[in-house]
C-alpha cells in the first residue's frame, strides 16, 4: 500500500478514464478473490494472529495447483513460531537471465472488532468496495503474487526469467521478527533477483472513480532513533546552580531543532520534482520544478520548504520526539533524556547521521547514543528503464494518458532490507487508492472493487512483460 509521502501532492490535472468496470467478474476474478479472501480473513495480527498459517495456506493453494515441494519454502524463526512467511520458485527457462522477485507483507496492523464498522477479519463487498484489515495493505498484492503463479502453472507458462514470489511477516511493527530482513540475512540465495516489485507504488483516484495519477516508488529514507542524555550530580533545588541537566539537554535540543539538513536529490526525485512541479501549475509546482534544475535556487526551495512533505523529501530529518528528566519536583535533575527520530536521505551511513548531531550539539557533555532496532541504509535504487519502461507501456494501456511519476517514499517498507542486501526494490504502479488514504492502519480498511481487478490485470501484465524479457 501506498505510504502517505509526497504523492499527496500530485496533480489533480490528468483525467484519464480508469477502465469500464465488468458488470460482473470473470471466472478468474472469482479465483483470485476467493485467494485475497482467505489471507484477509486469516487474522495476521503481531497480537493474535498468525502469518505461518497464512502461509501455509497460501503454499497448499500453490500445492494444489502443482507446484513441487521444492519450489516451496515455508520459513520460521524458532523463536518467533507465529510470524513465519513463504518463498515460492516458478522456474524459468534461461540459464543466464537473473530471476524477478515478487515480494508482499502478509502481516497486518492491529484492528478491533468493537472500533470497527464490520468483523476486520471478514472480508465484505459492499458499494463496490472490499472492506477488511489488509484489503488495501498490503494483502491485494500478497493474494496477486500468489494467483499469478496459479495462473502461470494453469497456462504452463514458460517465461525466460525464473518469477520468485516472497510473502513475509513483520513489516507493520517495527522490531518484531521481519521475513523480509531473515531471508536477506540467512537465505540470500532463495530471493536473488536482478529487482523485485513491492508495495509503495500505485495509483491515485480523485474520490470519484476516476484513477489521475500512477507511481513507481524508487527508494525510501530510512529512520534511526537517538537517545539523547546529560547527567549532573544535582543537589537541593533551593540552590541551584547554572549547570543543570535538564537545562543543557535543552539547549541541544533547540539546537537540532534549528539545524537544517542539506538539500539532497537523487535522480528519481529530481524527475519528481520536474514532473509533479510542472503538472501542479501552481506557485510551489513552479518552485518544484525550478529547484529541479537548479536545487541551489533558495528562493523556490524557501516556497518547496512550506510543504511538510515536499520538505521532508528533500533533506534527511531529525526531530525530538520524546522527553524524560528529573526525579523529584524539590531536586535538581540528576539525568535528562529525549529522543530524537532521524529520517535519513539514501546513501548516508547512520553513524555519519548521529557525528553530524554530536557537531550540531557541540556539548560533549550530551550523549548521543543509537536505539534499537538498527535498520541499514541502502543507497537509492537506480532509475532504470529496462525496469520503469515496461511500467510506463502499460499505464499506457491501461489507463492513456497517465505519466508513471517516480517517487522516493519519506516512511519505510521492506524495500529498505531487500535494497540492502544489493536486490533494488521498486513500488510499482496499478491498484489505486482513494484521497482519503483507504483507512490503511486505521479503520474500516477498503479497496475499490475495480481498484483490485484492474490492478491485478496490470500486475499480471508486468510481471509477464519483465519475466518474457530479460
Ligand atoms: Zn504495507
Redesign the pocket.
Known amino acids: ?1 501506498k505510504c502517505p509521502t509526497a504523492l499527496l501532492t500530485l496533480p489533480l490535472l490528468f483525467a484519464a478514464p480508469a477502465m469500464a468496470a465488468d458488470a460482473q467478474p470473470r471466472p478468474d476474478q472469482l479465483a483470485f478473490r476467493d485467494i485475497y479472501k482467505e489471507l484477509v480473513e486469516t487474522d495476521t495480527t503481531l497480537s493474535a494472529g498468525s502469518c505461518t498459517l497464512a502461509a501455509e495456506r497460501m503454499a497448499a493453494r500453490l500445492t494444489a495447483a502443482g507446484f513441487a515441494d521444492s519450489q516451496l519454502t515455508l520459513f520460521a524463526d524458532p523463536a518467533h513460531p507465529k510470524e513465519g512467511g513463504l518463498v515460492a520458485v516458478y522456474p524459468g527457462t534461461s540459464k543466464t537471465a537473473k530471476p524477478i522477485l515478487l515480494i508482499a ?1 502478509i502481516d497486518v496492523v492491529e484492528a478491533k472488532r468493537a472500533d470497527w464498522e464490520r468483523d476486520p477479519f471478514r472480508m465484505v463487498e459492499e458499494d463496490g468496495y472490499f472492506y477488511g484489515r489488509g484489503t488495501a ?2 494483502k491485494a498484492q500478497a493474494a496477486v503474487w500468489v494467483d499469478t503463479l496459479i495462473r502461470f502453472r494453469k497456462e504452463n507458462y514458460k517465461p525466460k526469467r525464473t518469477v520468485k514470489v516472497a510473502l513475509t511477516c513483520g ?2 511493527t517495527n522490531g518484531a521478527f521481519n521475513g523480509a530482513e531473515w531471508l536477506a540475512a540467512n537465505r540470500r540465495d532463495l530471493i536473488d533477483a536482478e529487482f523485485a516489485l513491492n ?1 509503495g507504488g500505485g495509483g491515485d483516484s480523485d474520490g470519484k472513480g476516476k484513477v489521475i495519477g500512477q507511481s513507481v516508488q524508487v527508494g525510501e529514507k530510512t529512520f534511526a532513533n537517538f537517545r539523547l542524555e546529560t547527567r549532573n550530580p544535582g543537589g537541593h533545588s533551593s540552590a541551584p546552580v547554572p549547570d543543570n541537566a535538564i537545562y543543557q539537554l535543552a539547549a541541544a535540543l533547540t539546537k537540532i531543532g534549528q539545524y537544517e539538513f542539506p538539500l539532497e536529490m537523487t535522480d528519481t526525485t529530481r524527475r519528481f520534482f520536474a514532473e509533479a512541479g510542472t503538472a501542479r501549475g501552481d506557485e510551489t509546482g513552479r518552485a518544484m520544478a525550478a529547484l529541479a534544475k537548479d536545487p541551489t535556487d533558495k528562493a523556490a526551495e524557501a516556497i518547496v520548504n512550506a510543504d511538510r512533505f515536499l520538505h521532508s523529501n528533500l533533506r534527511t530529518t531529525c526531530v525530538a520526539t520524546l522527553l524524560d528528566g528529573g526525579h523529584a519536583p524539590n531536586a535538581l535533575p540528576q539525568r535528562a533524556g529525549a529522543n530524537v527520530n532521524c529520517r535519513i536521505f539514501p546513501g548516508h551511513p547512520i553513524e555519519e547521521i548521529k557525528a553530524e548531531l554530536e557537531r550540531v550539539i557541540g556539548d560533549p557533555g550530551v550523549t548521543v547514543t543509537q536505539l534499537p532496532p538498527k535498520r541499514p541504509a541502502p543507497p537509492a535504487p537506480p532509475l532504470d528503464p529496462r525496469v520503469i519502461g515496461p511500467m510506463q507501456t502499460l499505464v499506457d494501456k491501461y489507463w492513456p494518458g497517465l505519466k508513471v511519476i517516480p517517487a522516493m517514499a519519506n516512511g519505510y ?1 521492506d524495500a529498505t532490507f531487500l535494497g540492502a542486501a544489493g536486490i533494488p526494490t521498486y513500488g510499482i504502479p496499478g491498484m489505486w487508492g482513494d484521497p482519503d488514504g483507504n483507512g490503511a492502519h486505521g479503520l474500516d480498511e477498503r479497496m475499490e472493487v475495480r481498484s483490485v481487478y484492474v490492478g491485478r490485470d496490470y500486475m499480471f501484465d508486468l510481471v509477464k512483460a519483465y519475466a518474457d524479457e530479460p
Open positions: 500500500m507483507h495493505d498490503d513489516e507493520e508495495e517498507t
